[in-house]
């Protein structure tokens, strides 16, 4: 059974930053890591994925050049930083891990969650 913990979410200006943390226990034989978050009223979307063999990162285009995703092995841990935060980042993000090869953007495919943590960016 594998068991992901998210951390470090909270309240912050429009333009501040924000890291988070998602702390993997269990076996884990994952080959993605990712990122996801859904505001209010809204589907599930795909926000980053990291390829834990590789470290190769994934980003929906909206995040690019301001969140990053990366990986600290030794803890298991998959964090991501975000920068240059806006009220539309909004949302409640959670951390996912597939063990399948293919694809990484897909909910659907991610055979574990995190419980969430509350991202809210003010105006």
């Known amino acids: 059974q594998v068991q992901l913990v998210e951390s470090g979410g909270g309240l912050v200006q429009a333009g501040g930053s924000l890291r988070l943390s998602c702390a993997a226990s269990?076996?884990?034989?994952?080959?993605?890591m990712g990122w996801f978050r859904q505001a209010p009223g809204k589907e599930r979307e795909f926000v980053a994925a990291i390829r834990w063999s590789s470290g190769n990162t994934y980003y929906k285009d909206s995040v690019k050049g301001r969140f990053t995703i990366s990986r600290h092995n030794a803890k298991n841990t998959v964090y991501l930083e975000m920068n240059s935060l806006k009220p539309e980042d909004t949302a409640v993000y959670y951390c996912?891990?597939?063990?399948?090869?293919?694809?990484?953007?897909?909910?659907?495919?991610?055979?574990?969650w995190g419980q969430g943590t509350q991202v809210t960016v003010s105006s």
């Open positions: 269990g076996r884990t034989f994952s080959s993605y």
């Open positions: 996912a891990a597939k063990s399948g090869l293919y694809s990484y953007s897909y909910p659907g495919e991610y055979d574990y």
